[in-house]
């Protein structure tokens, strides 16, 4: 069974810096697509930041400049670094794979936990 393991939210001051991990586990033939996602209360869950098997990224305007996606595939992992962190960053963050579980199936979207972010002061 394919799980998604997220690590190294917390709290942190405005201007701060953070670096959130996802690693999956389980028997997988390939991962495509991996991304992080956030959710603050009361609004919508919205992409943070992908990048794909080949090392192409894409970022939310709001996180350009301040945000690194990057992976590892021989580890099945995905980090995200996040730096001038701001308070409306404030957001449960999920990490997002899209696996391929055998050789003849089709890649689906796997959810992590999700981990919180606080920036306050």
């Known amino acids: 069974q394919v799980q998604l393991v997220e690590s190294g939210g917390g709290l942190v001051q405005p201007g701060g810096s953070l670096r959130l991990s996802c690693a999956a586990s389980g028997s997988i033939f390939s991962i495509y697509v991996m991304g992080w996602y956030r959710q603050a209360p009361g609004k919508q869950r919205e992409l943070v930041a992908s990048?794909?098997?080949?090392?192409?990224?894409n970022y939310a305007d709001s996180v350009k400049g301040r945000f690194t996606i990057s992976r590892d595939n021989a580890r099945k992992m995905v980090n995200l670094q996040m730096n001038t962190l701001r308070p409306d960053d404030t957001a449960v963050y999920y990490c997002?794979?899209?696996?391929?579980?055998?050789?003849?199936?089709?890649?689906?979207?796997?959810w992590g936990q999700g981990t919180q972010v606080t920036v306050s002061s």
């Open positions: 997002n794979f899209n696996i391929q579980i055998t050789q003849v199936g089709s890649p689906l979207p796997y």
């Open positions: 990048i794909t098997r080949g090392g192409s990224t």
